[in-house]
Each structure stands twice: as C-alpha cells, then as structure tokens.
C-alpha cells in the first residue's frame, strides 16, 4: 500500500482485495454517527467490497452486498450502516419516495455507491471516495491494484491517515 497526500485528501494504492477491505475497516472505526461516505467508481472497481470493510470496521456482522435493485440496505452494528446504490437512479426527484434524508442525517453511517450520479445532495462535510483501477500501462502489479482517492474534513482525514500509517507498521 501506498499514501500519498493531495490538498484536502489523501490516496492510497492498494495491490489486493484484502488492502482495500483493510481501509474500509478503517473507515469505519473512525466512522462517527451522521458520516456521510460517498463512493464513486466503475463497476467492478471495489466500491462494495470496500463497503464490506466499513461494515466489520462498524462491528457489523452480516456482510453487505450490493443493494442495486433494493437502492437501500440497513445493518446494525456499533452505529447503523445505511447502505445506498444510486446506481439506477437518474435524478434527485427519485430520492422523494425514499426520505433519504432521514438516513443522511439520522444516527448511522450512510455509505452511497454511485454517488456521482445525484452528487448534489451530498452535504460539504462528505466523506467523498472515488476507487479506479489503474491503467495496466502505468502501475507494475496485479489487475487487483486499485487507486483510492479519499477527500472530507481534516480533522477525519488526520484521524484516518494516522490509523491507516499504524496498520502498515503491522
């Protein structure tokens, strides 16, 4: 794994599946009640499988998978995860219906995949992530290499970084 920091994020470099569940861990040990975590990425670069970290990270047992045609999945551990895929919505009108906003502002973490398709009803202080997959032409290693942009607050952001440096001294 590899950190580098950018203005107001950080991004990591990650060369496996199990590193990509391993930050999502640590996403959601520093997850507080009312963070709003928006995922952004192709299918098939990680974004659940990085929800699956922020799960255990959130003492969830049950693991997540992707609510793509529910749009919403609950789970109860240390706080709520609130679970969203915008992946077939095409509008914020189409939010109306779910009262989203009771989950964005409710007691939980809320973790959006497909953010980027409704990125207006994110609130400023979002954790916002976007995961690729690197051009095979500019990164040496596996096709499960994946680079994870990570932007938010900075106060989270210094938490998340020292917590991330202390599990690479493992």
């Not at 920091?5 to 959601?28: A, C, F, H, K, P």
């Not at 990680?46 to 922020?54: D, F, M, P």
């Not at 009262?99 to 497909?114: C, K, L, S």
């Not at 990125?119 to 979002?126: A, G, K, L, Q, T």
């Amino acid at each position: 794994m590899y950190i580098e920091n950018i203005e107001n994020g950080i991004i990591l470099t990650v060369d496996s599946t199990r590193e990509t569940l391993q930050i999502g861990e640590i996403i959601g040990r520093t997850a507080e009640q009312g963070t709003i975590i928006a995922l952004n990425g192709d299918l098939g670069a990680g974004k659940t499988v990085l929800v699956k970290g922020i799960a255990k990270g959130l003492e969830i047992e049950e693991e997540p998978n992707s609510p793509t045609f529910v749009i919403l999945q609950t789970y109860s551990g240390k706080h709520p995860l609130y679970h969203f895929d915008f992946y077939r919505l095409s509008s914020a009108g189409e939010l109306d219906d779910l009262n989203f906003e009771d989950f964005f502002y409710g007691q939980g973490v809320t973790v959006v995949e497909w953010a980027e398709r409704i990125s207006e009803v994110f609130p400023d202080y979002s954790i916002k992530i976007d995961i690729e997959i690197p051009d095979e032409s500019k990164i040496d290693g596996p096709v499960q290499s994946r680079i994870i942009t990570i932007k938010g607050e900075e106060k989270w952001l210094l938490s998340f970084r020292n917590t991330v440096e202390q599990a690479l001294q493992t």
